[in-house]
């Protein structure tokens, strides 16, 4: 049976839900699920936006056949290769042998890379490039690596709607709904949203920043995603949100506090330092790295200005999770953003060190202070180390400049000593006849301590 929705009078979405998968692209965990979009436009000719995930094939297919209703399929527009997307186009070519596949040059490489066959009909297509389908005229604009490098978008100029491919996508199922006004995408999808962006998109900031530059000339009232919601009422909300993502700049001035710990010592001190920045009103996230997916820290690090890591020392390296999650963050090129450090280790503390060496990789990663040191556990006392860093954390949040307190004037220390061998005659006076108790020298031989 088929399942449906009408983007507009002429076009609708046929694509597939899935929530059986736990994982997407074997890494990413999807516990709201996924939807696989594909739109199919019914004009003077007929038109497939993309394909779909074999996950949600069936399904698919019978969206298709009855849309359709019989027609012949003139076109298979693919914007993107990636399997998630394409995977079903081999079907759709031998179910629709009659059908023209619109692409580039790149995309037609890899569809005989995923697919191992020449389509039989193919238009191959430029920037710029138009194509009419009856009351519609698509244009085609390249978006290499967002997020793979043969991906383009197009543009239906008529009722200016972009089929903007991976990008404007989300994780999560649509639970019958087509279109982002339909939920409350700001309390329910946008950390899905975000979670999406960064970890799949999130290294190719230049790229989007690229792709949207190029949008920014077109009248666009609707984005068609392959992922996700349509957006057909305030654009400028996810635009802006892609706008700061691409640009790497934070959502929210605040502290991520994330944290490894074996036996819990460091998990104490992130635990303080989170209770100090509370205490100076900074909005503060954290999270356990060993247990949290790393895609969900990822996605937070690209949503806060300061980041604190705190790990253990782990066989003179940084903790495993903690390596892992600093290695995921480099890889997406995250950047700009300030960072403290909180090393542990029972005989001899590296994590610090090491953590600053991986951060060092990266643009625009400031420390803004040497590594709070632990051994095994706070010490007595060393409640203070933490609080003076959430003091320079919050003022840096803050933009504030860190006044340094003047240290309390000390009394000068009152005595001689003894230049031959250091010893020390505590005194306001020296008595003329005094002799060095250790070497034997003359009042001469002294001087004021400095
Ligand atoms: C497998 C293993 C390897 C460790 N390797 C080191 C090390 O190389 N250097 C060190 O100083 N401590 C090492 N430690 C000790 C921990 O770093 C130390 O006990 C630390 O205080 C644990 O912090 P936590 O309480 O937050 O887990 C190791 C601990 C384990 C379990």
């Known amino acids: ?12 979405w046929i694509g597939g839900n899935d929530r059986q998968h736990p994982l997407f692209e074997s890494t990413h965990p999807v516990p709201r699920g ?9 004009d003077e000719k007929t038109v497939l936006f993309d394909t779909v995930d074999r996950a949600v094939q069936t399904q698919f297919f019978e969206n298709l056949e009855h849309v359709l209703g019989g027609r012949k399929l003139d076109y298979v527009f693919v914007h993107h290769m990636e399997p998630d997307h394409a995977a079903t186009l081999g079907d759709v070519m031998l179910r629709h042998p009659e059908a023209t596949i619109v692409c580039n040059g790149k995309i037609l490489n890899m569809i005989r890379q995923f697919h191992c066959t020449d389509p039989k009909e193919v238009h191959l297509v430029n920037e710029g490039d138009t194509i009419t389908t009856g009351r519609h005229t698509f244009t085609f604009v390249n978006a290499p ?51 999406y962006y960064t970890n799949i998109v999130g290294k190719y ?52 506090i994330a944290f490894a ?11 303080i330092l989170a209770c100090r920045l509370a205490e100076l009103g900074i909005p503060v996230e954290m999270y356990d790295v060993s247990v949290t997916h790393y895609s ?9 200005s300061h980041i604190v890591f705190a790990s253990t020392t782990y066989n003179n390296g940084i903790f495993v999770s903690m390596e892992n999650l600093l290695h995921d963050i480099a890889h997406h090129a995250l950047r700009n953003r300030k960072v403290a450090l909180i090393q542990n280790g029972s005989w001899a503390p590296a994590s610090g060190k090491l953590m600053g060496e991986i951060l060092s990789g990266m643009k625009g990663m400031e420390i803004l202070e ?81």
């Open 145 to 195: 690596m967002v997020h793979w490098p043969e991906v383009m978008v197009s543009y239906d100029s008529t009722d200016k709607i972009l089929f903007s491919a991976d990008a404007f996508g989300t994780f999560g199922a649509l639970n019958g709904v087509l279109f982002a006004d339909e939920v409350n995408f700001d309390r329910d999808w946008l950390d899905d949203a975000r979670r």
């Open 370 to 450: 040497a590594p709070v040191t632990l051994k095994s556990t706070l010490a007595p006392g060393q409640d203070a180390e933490l609080e003076a860093l959430a003091k320079v954390l919050a003022a840096s949040v803050k933009g504030e400049e860190i006044v340094e307190e003047a240290p309390a004037p000390q009394d000068k220390p009152k005595g001689f000593v003894c230049k031959i061998c250091g010893f020390v005659y505590e005194s306001d006076t020296l008595p003329d006849d005094f002799i060095c108790p250790i070497c034997r020298r003359p009042a001469s031989d002294f001087e004021p301590l400095a």
């Open 261 to 271: 710990s074996v036996y819990g010592g460091t998990e104490t001190a992130a635990n």
């Open 34 to 42: 996924m939807s696989f979009n594909s739109y199919l436009l019914l």
């Open 1 to 12: 049976m088929h399942c449906i929705r009408h983007v507009t009078e002429d076009l609708i």
């Open 205 to 256: 900031g230049p790229q989007v920043q690229a792709l949207l530059k190029k949008a920014a000339g077109l009248d666009i009232q609707m984005i068609c995603p392959l992922h996700g919601p349509v957006w057909r009422k305030d654009l400028g909300y996810i635009v802006d949100k892609y706008a700061k993502w691409a640009a790497y700049e934070p959502e929210v001035q605040g502290v991520l």
């Open 296 to 304: 969900y820290v990822l996605s937070d690090a690209f949503k806060y």
